[in-house]
């Protein structure tokens, strides 16, 4: 067996793995130091100190260090040196800061202030509890970096006003499902952060290359439920004075200083001072938790309780990132040291694709890992795998990673790990059935492609905003 | 019989000008062994981060490394007297000819093996032109101008530049114009006209100021794992020895045409003005050196290799000085109006 | 056997929690830079320094914690569809051959990248700024984070051990979860 078929092994060992279920992070870093340890053998090295024992070395000195020389392989050293690049790693210190200003954020009222607010706002709108649902996530997703809270939050507000409203179930589903997603792709994105650190793509440039490719599908999601209002009314029938009040314009200008304002700002200073280069991504990251924490207190959301809770999921949620990391880094400095990336380059190279037959490959196979993995397996462990070679097509990592941003969107909407579904079907009233859900879904996932399609035709959406600010 | 193969990793970013630096080692190295030694040269980041080629080659983990003293000052601010010291009155020429000739080499292994007990042998190589102070974007006129700058440059300059009022950051080369772009600095100077403007420099800010006190001279550092050394036959080892001070050689030829070509791209096509950095800032320069000067002597080990350096230096750059006719006076005369001094 | 898997829930959480404090420290301290970088422009010199060091010792000793309350990622779409004990007998078998090597690895060598760390005259510190930053002790995280994912590691075999012979999952204390988990919990509650 030649080095880069043992490569190829270890990557078939790893996926194996994967289906049976092993927490990811303890897999990689057992395989990287296992298949490592094969690669760095190297008796002569190893048992260098044995070797150059004298004839009279006693029995116990000539036995323990003949043990020692297992363990001198260098892969040791590589997998600590590897742990310790991870831990001294400068961009992924924004990750805490961003989970911790989104959990503070999640638990300060702020959701249901903007959806009351935005559905009176766009009442006169067809679909218009649809569009300000989805206004109402897509804002909430600059503020916060995540996915989970915002589906569930806006499952239990916007879900049985759609409902009681008489919205198609499927339809109200769906738009709650892809709205609650999008805080993962539009920045701050822990998303994006975990991608500059595994491509090494500046993150402000993808965090200022993602928000028009953001907004593009926002808009085709807004579109959509406007069409599908227009064509077919009786899914969104315009709410009833009953069920989405008539407010004075004076009144509905209070409501929306004191609820779109003051999140505004937040979500101003933190992307703005990030995008105009006046902060770093993590000094803006704490003054985004800072300001979260004051904007709790003002909303008088502010409790103990809350912020131990924020406290412990921030280590949790960055724990398992940054241990994925841990293994990554470990697994594929060994994988590629056997030649496994080389062997992979060859073959692709082999195929003689166009960039964009290649584009297409990339997307669909990330696609079908949405399927069953996370996003944060598919970012850190297999995107990694087609980086190096993207220079062989001539694809720029930055728009690589907006493309991947967009697809990963997917994976939460895709059985069997839907995680926005499985949230919504968890909190939503027994009558909504899964089926119902994804049957909702199905459009958004069409918009999805519809929104990669329009980036692959016109690139601008992407480099515009990153050229404008960073001049290249 | 197969070839050794030797893994060097170093400091640089793979599109860096150094790169091909240690190529033109590595290259000499194959041609002398006559095979015998393959090199497989890397570039920072394919094993370890380029701060930590030092604990990678001491670990075994790479066999060698090609980087500066500085990037592992932590271990002992003395590293980086044998990579940028005090401006004493030599060039890097000077300081390798202390290193090679004045005493440097028994200091430097004395620091790295008796003090730090590192299990590395280490040859210095190619001195290096002055390092320009680098690159604003906007004027900065006076010493006064510096305060509040996150700027970036390593090892005893950012001791020294720290003392003028700057904030400093080490980072490796290929980290610095990302960083400028994050905002984690915003100022910096790498080396010289070529990697800088490799990097992307010029994208990131249009102010260059070269000539300086700050790293007036350093030198490549080549290091091998000392176990890794110790058991090639004697020919190999002082190929790979005498290698170094071969590509010292061509190294600066090739800086020559290179940095000399790539400071007119700059100057005269990428739309930078060059500046040569303010007398009121050298002067400022020189008088924090005195005092970061003072502060490194209380280490007994540190003023030892000072005593050392300022003695080669008084003889030798007496004469070095003494000697040499004014270069630009003869400039002047056959390329009128050029020079800025 | 009980005992021990509490007392390594208890002990793993006590070290997770007390270094998640760090992310308020973070915060302030961040948020300070700010303050003193763009309002006072003096920027301190420690701050690059002081944030990757919080981040990775929050991150480290959050292993162990994020290990026992079930949060580290796992490709788990067929393991769900398993009865318990299949779960346990399948997660006891890959624990010893893909959990312990790798962190020993981490103690034993973590534990000479540490030395070493501590050996140089004055400790290590970092390169990052001329502050002069100690890092010996942020390397020593290394060791620390390994132990306690050693002793939780041995907690979980504990529990599909337990579970293989009773057929359900010991699950540890809950102290806090994901909003939308807090939400699907109380909407279990209501409904049933
Ligand atoms: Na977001
Ligand atoms: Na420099």
Partial sequence: ?472 | QAPIVMKMQTSWPASDIWMDFAREYTGRVEAMSGGRIKVDLLPAGAVVAAFQVMDATNDGVIDAAHSVPVYWYGKSKAASLFGTGPVWGGNANTMLGWFYQGGGADLYRELTQDILGLNVYGFMGFPMPAQPFGWFKGEVNTAADLNGFKYRTVGLAADLLQSMGMSVAQLPGGEIVPAMERGVIDAFEFNNPSSDLRFGAPDVAKNYYLSSYHQASESFEFLFNKDFFDDLDEDLQAILKYAVEAASTSNTALAMREYSNDLAKIENELGVTVHRTSKDILAAQLKAWDALIEELGKDAFMAKVMDSQRAWIEKVGYYELMNSPDLGLAYDHYFPGRLKL | MLRFIAFADKLSGFFGKSFGWLIVLMTFGMSYEVFVRYLLNKPTPWSLDVSFIMYGTLFMMGGAYTLSRGGHVRGDFVYRLWPARVQAGVDLVLYVLFFFPGILALVFSGWKYAARSWSYPGGEVSVNSPAGIPIYQFKTVLVVAGLLLLIQGLAQVCRCILCLREGYWRRPEEDVEETEALLLKQKAQENG
């Fill in chain 1, 1 to 472: 067996m030649t080095d880069p078929q043992v490569a190829l092994l270890m990557l078939g060992i790893f996926i194996l793995l994967v289906f049976l279920g092993f927490p990811i992070a303890f897999t990689l870093m057992a395989l990287g130091i296992g298949f490592g340890y094969y690669a760095y053998f190297d008796a002569g090295r190893m048992w260098r100190a044995f070797n150059r024992l004298g004839e009279d070395a006693d029995w116990w000195t000539t036995n323990t260090t003949w043990f020692e020389g297992f363990l001198n392989n260098r892969i040791f050293d590589l997998f600590i040196n590897q742990t310790y690049t991870v831990m001294s790693n400068e961009v992924l210190t924004a990750v805490p800061l961003f989970l911790f200003m989104g959990y503070i954020v999640e638990r300060a009222n702020i959701v249901d202030r903007l959806f009351t607010t935005l559905n009176i706002a766009s009442k006169n709108v067809p679909g218009s509890m649809g569009v300000a649902a989805l206004i109402t996530c897509a804002l909430f997703a600059t503020a916060t970096g995540i996915v989970g809270a915002v589906v569930t939050l806006m499952g239990l507000l916007a879900l049985p006003a759609m409902l009681k409203a008489r919205y198609s179930t499927s339809f109200a589903s769906g738009i709650i499902c892809a709205g609650g997603t999008l805080g993962i792709l539009i920045p701050p994105s822990i998303m994006l952060i975990v991608y500059a650190a595994a491509s090494g793509v500046s993150i402000v440039r993808l965090y200022a290359g993602a928000l028009l490719p953001g907004l593009v599908l926002v808009g085709l999601y807004i579109l959509y439920v406007v069409g599908r209002a227009i064509l077919q009314p009786s899914v969104a029938p315009r709410p009833t004075d009953e069920e989405v009040p008539d407010v004075p314009f004076g009144r509905l200008a209070v409501m929306i200083a004191t609820s779109f304002l003051p999140l505004a700002l937040l979500i101003f200073s933190v992307l703005g001072s990030i995008l105009f280069g006046l902060a770093t991504p993590t000094e803006a990251a704490s003054i985004g938790a800072l300001g979260g924490m004051l904007l709790a207190v003002a909303y008088r959301a502010m409790t103990f309780q809350r912020l131990r809770e924020s406290v412990y999921l921030t280590v949790r949620t960055t724990a398992m990132v940054c241990f994925l990391f841990v293994g990554s880094y470990t697994f594929s400095a060994v994988f590629s040291y056997l030649g496994g990336e080389q062997l992979i380059s060859e073959f692709v190279g082999g195929l003689n694709l166009t960039p964009l037959q290649f584009l297409i490959m990339a997307q669909i196979i990330i696609f079908l890992l949405g399927w069953p993995l996370e996003w944060s397996e598919i970012i850190i462990i297999f995107v990694p795998i087609f980086l190096p070679l993207l220079p062989m097509f001539g694809v720029d990592p930055l728009f690589f990673g907006i493309l991947v941003a967009l697809n990963l969107q997917t994976s939460f909407l895709t059985p069997p790990m839907a995680m926005s579904a499985y949230y919504l079907k968890g909190i939503a009233p027994p009558q909504v059935q899964l089926p119902q859900i994804f049957a909702g879904v199905m459009p958004f996932l069409f918009m999805v492609f519809v929104a990669m399609a329009l980036v692959y035709i016109f690139p601008q959406t992407v480099f515009y905003l990153p050229e404008l600010f960073y001049g290249r």
